[in-house]
């Protein structure tokens, strides 16, 4: 594996995995509002 692929790849990949995090959070915290306004649970 090349210096360039490799230095990419550790770079892409925080950023990759920061931005899947970023996505179930909003949808967590979205549900979370949603059942909070319908007075339901979450689970």
Same mark, same amino acid.
């Given at each position: 594996?090349?210096?360039? #692929? $490799?230095?990419?790849?550790? $770079?892409?990949?925080? #950023?990759? #995995?920061?931005?899947? $995090? #970023? ?18 649970? $979450?689970?």
């Amino acid at each position: 594996m090349s210096s360039l #692929a $490799l230095t990419a790849y550790v $770079l892409i990949w925080p #950023a990759m #995995a920061s931005i899947v $995090l #970023a996505v179930l959070c909003v949808g967590v915290f979205r549900d979370m509002r949603i059942a909070k306004r319908d007075g339901t649970d $979450l689970v």
